[in-house]
């Protein structure tokens, strides 16, 4: 069934594969990261803005990312094989599942912390900074986990266009009948999905810390 | 000083919150607003830090209009204590207090020095500034609170149903505290409550407002006790108002009766030679009141400090108003109300009647007046 020594003499596939494997998916969570939490500050302001904002960014991510990939050359202008197609398409479906984080994070602020900082001096820009954005950090981790656990699966797809990262292991194990290959890409990437969703959790308790100290209060 | 000027504040939906406002808050000293909820007393507070803005008339500080400068920097010129505290779950204890020096631009070192002291003048103990506020009890919370809207030492504190979050004992402890603290920092302070009882213990001045925005009365609070203005001022200053305008009447010149007294060691027969209409106290040897004999009760042996008959509540001579030295005498045993002094121990006996005539002297020289 699977052949052990196929992964020392692939070695040195698998690492760069690994690698990009990462980057396409990871990147993808940053852009969209920065993108989103302007889009859902608006969105937690205003109501007619939420009103579009949050069934427009369902929608966009109800779109199968295969189209995607092969819609986004045509728009943008990139060639069919180009890695951007991927992460701009990973980016939208971040900015997708973040707005409505960002957006729910935000409105998880207690009203009366958000009216002390505005009684005590802060001006709305420091205000989001130092105290909204922090206030919404659980939430808006929990946003974050399943975007970047859904973009590490997602790359892979973009291996049946030609740049998936570790799901070229896949595509090509099919093709060739490799069991060995396709175990190894989708191993992998269950662990990586694994390792990095770990860390987001650990990154958000370090980030955190005041949350579930309580106990003695009331 | 703080002046409302004909002062309205109307919700885009149109309800009137505050209705044309004339009022002046005197510097240095406590101003309580308080009134049935939808009274406006919580908006025309707001208006004063522009946290709601008036849609007509002015509001001046020191003479100059709130509506001319800059909000945040008039904010960070204006000490703010939120209902259940309001502070940031996120920051130490320490760093919620820092919050206005640091938007001040103190520094972090002098900021945190500063926050330091005053978790101290709060009665924060040091070992709490590197809590977060969820470790914290709801008194201590709103002690932060105080500790975090005198931080920058502004000269005026706004403060919004502070206490109402809090267990009576907890609420009546912050009270006790926020009049040591004012009478050791003088600030202008505008409270506000929905108990008439808070707001009659701590305002110099009070102001009762009614539904729809209005000024019901504007008076000190012994002043409002003894003569509401109006039978919705009556009705909300609620019942036995005549016992507890007492409270605002000072017992100095009221005598002092004499009083039996006995040690705890005496005897049957030293009790009954003490006794005065069947009646004698019993104190330690510091002088401080233990209880109540009376002469009929079983007296064969010395005196049992166990059997005592417990006694009603003490009238200070030094600090006590004239309710205290009516409860005193309604509350004992045997009539006579226990007076004592600073230190606790017994000076001398207090009668009703003469409380009740004491309060007729007071109205007849306020008539003068």
Same mark, same amino acid.
């Given at each position: ?218 | ?220 609070? /012994? ?67 233990? /209880? ?44 006579? /109300? ?32």
């Amino acid at each position: 069934m699977i052949d052990w020594s196929w992964f020392p003499t692939n070695a040195e596939r698998l690492v760069p594969a690994l690698g990009a494997h990462l980057l396409l998916a990871l990147l993808p969570v940053v852009i969209g990261l920065i993108v989103a939490i302007p889009l859902g500050w608006v969105a937690n302001r205003s109501r007619p803005a939420r009103a579009v904002l949050v069934p427009v960014a369902g929608l966009l991510y109800t779109i199968p990312s295969l189209v995607l990939f092969i819609l986004l050359p045509g728009i943008l202008g990139t060639q069919i094989l180009d890695p951007v197609n991927v992460v701009v398409a990973l980016s939208v479906y971040t900015v997708a599942l973040l707005v409505r984080s960002v957006a729910d994070a935000l409105a998880a602020v207690p009203g009366m912390v958000v009216a002390a900082a505005t009684a005590m001096g802060y001006r709305p820009a420091r205000r989001f900074a130092q105290v909204e954005l922090p206030l919404s950090l659980p939430v808006l981790i929990a946003g974050l986990r399943v975007a970047t656990v859904t973009n590490i699966s997602l790359v892979s797809v973009g291996a049946l266009i030609g740049i998936g990262g570790l799901g070229y292991f896949i595509t090509d194990g099919f093709g060739r009948g490799n069991t060995t290959s396709i175990f190894a890409g989708v191993i992998l990437i269950v662990v990586l999905a694994l390792v990095f969703d770990a860390l987001l959790v650990l990154i958000g308790r370090l980030v955190t810390p005041w949350v579930g100290v309580g106990g003695k209060a009331r | 000083m703080i002046e409302f000027r004909g002062v309205t504040k109307r919700f885009p939906d149109g309800t009137v919150a505050v209705d044309a406002l004339d009022l002046a808050v005197e510097d240095g000293k406590i101003t309580v607003f308080v009134g049935p909820s939808g009274c406006g007393k919580t908006t025309s507070l707001r208006m004063i830090n522009r946290m709601v803005e008036p849609t007509g008339g002015t509001i001046l500080i020191d003479g100059s209009d709130i509506m001319a400068g800059d909000a945040a920097q008039l904010r960070r010129g204006i000490g703010y204590v939120i209902q259940q505290s309001g502070l940031f779950p996120h920051r130490s204890i320490l760093d919620n207090v820092a919050t206005v020096p640091l938007l001040l631009g103190w520094g972090k070192r002098k900021a945190r020095e500063r926050a330091t002291e005053l978790m101290e003048l709060v009665g924060l103990s040091p070992e709490m500034a590197q809590r977060y506020p969820a470790q914290l009890s709801g008194g201590q919370q709103q002690r932060v609170g105080v500790a975090r809207a005198l931080a920058a030492d502004p000269p005026i504190l706004l403060m919004d149903e502070p206490f109402s979050a809090v267990d009576p004992v907890v609420r009546e402890n912050l009270q006790d505290e926020l009049l040591r603290l004012q009478s050791e920092l003088g600030k202008t302070i505008v409270f506000v409550t929905h108990d008439i009882d808070e707001a009659v213990k701590l305002g110099d001045k009070v102001a009762v407002f009614r539904t729809g925005g209005l000024l019901a009365q504007y008076d000190e609070p /012994g002043h409002l006790l003894a003569r509401p203005a109006d039978d919705f001022v009556d009705g909300f200053v609620g019942r036995d108002r005549g016992y507890r305008g007492l409270g605002f009447l000072s017992a100095n010149g009221l005598p002092v009766g004499e009083l039996s007294t006995v040690g705890s060691g005496a005897t049957g027969d030293q009790v009954r030679e003490a006794a005065r209409d069947g009646w004698t106290l019993v104190v330690s040897d510091a002088g401080h009141p233990l /209880g109540w004999v009376q002469v009929g009760q079983a007296l064969s042996g010395p005196v049992d400090t166990d059997a005592l008959i417990a006694g009603g509540s003490l009238y200070d001579t030094e600090a006590d108003s004239l309710r205290g030295a009516l409860d005193a005498a309604l509350s004992s045993p045997s009539g006579l /109300g226990v007076a004592v002094d600073a230190s606790g121990a017994v000076v001398g006996s207090v009668r009703a009647a003469d409380v009740l005539a004491a309060l007729a002297t007071a109205r007849r020289d306020e008539a003068a007046a």
